[in-house]
């Protein structure tokens, strides 16, 4: 039986963004999300990845699709996505794979709707398609400009304007994806034959990266569209300081100095020991008091720390845990390397705002108000455990 099968092209060599295919959204890779939207579509049999880059096919790998190696010929600036396109068929048809229907994602559109795509495999599956594509409605009244710099009316009469109301809308291709019947694209090449239809998207998922300012605005929007999720991860580190503190310390006349923490983290790190997920501190500090709570929670405490980031994956090396399965907590800019090579990058909501772009999840508690607790359990969420006890949310002394 003939597959449908997802193919995102991915190459290493972005001019306008470089490294874009790489680049977090959300906290997760471009190419990782057009993956992962590709996964959660019911009709997607097969998730393929097309790359010359090194380090795309490793989070492809990562994130669980098959990889094609593109040739160099077809991974320049002027090859088209059907060129790649057509050697992926190829390559798989010597796998073995027999492709019905192709699903062309593109990895620089974060916000792939899996049940639209859905809904465009169904439609070519069907046969009432041949292609299909993803686009938004627009009422907008668009113009060209001559070289002269004469305007002139394009899908309206320019001495007409009705009302929005009154009017059928045109369609704007988000790039998102396009669903082909694979046998009608080899024999003609291109993503559009046949009978062409369209299905629409949400306008807020409708963004297409290929500028930096494009990227910053995807990054604010994620938080918005991706929603709360629970942590599927197999490790917890946090910072200290805004973490498992609001930031603040009280300093005695002897100098010695004293912060506020919540009891209700100390559940929250109890919980995961007792479900066996290894957690610790990172300080970049040092300061008795985070290796006194360190003691009281039973964790480990890394501290003053001129790089984070190595003795994270020394820890992470140890107990044989990728740093794809970890989730890292902070709140600072000395958080950002840790964050940006976990899995799981988490914030507290009053991190710094670079922090807050590169999250994955952003709590809703604050720094030394039951972060710790909430990131706790999303991870214990995400192993399908019991919801945690309702426990006190006084805040203790340490």
């Not at 600036?77 to 794979?97: F, N, P, Q, Y």
């Not at 291709?173 to 009608?184: D, I, K, S």
């Amino acid at each position: 039986m003939s597959e449908t099968v997802a193919i995102i092209p991915a190459r290493g060599g972005s001019k306008g963004v470089p490294r874009k295919n790489v680049r977090r959204v959300g906290g997760i890779p471009l190419v990782a999300r057009a993956i992962a939207a590709a996964a959660r579509a019911e009709h997607v049999d097969r998730v393929v990845v097309t790359t010359e880059d090194a380090e795309i096919a490793a989070v492809a790998a990562e994130w669980g699709a098959e990889l094609v190696e593109r040739p160099e010929l077809l991974s320049g600036d002027t090859a088209t996505s059907e060129s790649a396109l057509l050697h992926a068929l190829d390559e798989l048809a010597a796998r073995g794979v027999d492709v019905g229907v192709v699903a062309f994602l593109q990895a620089t559109s974060p916000f792939i709707v899996s049940d639209a795509l859905d809904e465009a495999i169904r439609l070519v599956r069907s046969r009432r398609r041949d292609s299909v594509f993803s686009a938004v409605p627009t009422y907008g009244f668009l113009w060209e400009k001559s070289a002269a710099g004469a305007a002139a009316a394009v899908n309206h009469d320019a001495d007409h304007r009705p009302r929005r109301q009154d009017r059928e809308p045109h369609h704007l291709e988000t790039g998102a994806f396009y669903v082909l019947r694979a046998a009608g694209f080899r024999a003609t090449r291109h993503r559009f034959f046949g009978s062409v239809g369209v299905v629409e998207v949400p306008e807020r998922t409708a963004i297409e990266i290929d500028t930096e300012n494009e990227l910053v605005v995807a990054r604010a929007l994620a938080p918005l569209i991706d929603g709360r999720e629970p942590v599927a991860a197999d490790a917890v580190v946090t910072d200290f300081d805004g973490v498992h503190t609001d930031d603040t310390a009280s300093v005695a006349q002897d100098g010695t100095e004293s912060v506020v923490v919540s009891r209700s983290d100390g559940w929250g790190v109890a919980a995961l020991r007792r479900a066996g997920i290894p957690i610790a501190i990172l300080s970049t500090e040092v300061n008795p008091v985070v290796a006194a709570r360190a003691a009281k929670l039973g964790i480990p405490a890394h501290q003053g720390l001129d790089d984070k980031l190595a003795v994270l994956r020394d820890w992470c090396d140890g107990l044989g845990i990728p740093l794809s399965r970890v989730a890292y907590l902070g709140n600072d800019v000395n958080d950002l390397a840790c964050l940006n090579a976990v899995g799981w990058p988490v914030a507290v909501p009053e991190a710094h705002p670079t922090v807050l772009a590169a999250a994955r999840v952003v709590l809703d508690h604050r720094g030394g108000h039951g972060a710790v607790r909430e990131l706790a359990e999303r991870v214990l969420d995400a192993r399908a455990a019991a919801p945690l006890a309702t426990l006190p949310t006084a805040t203790e002394s340490s």
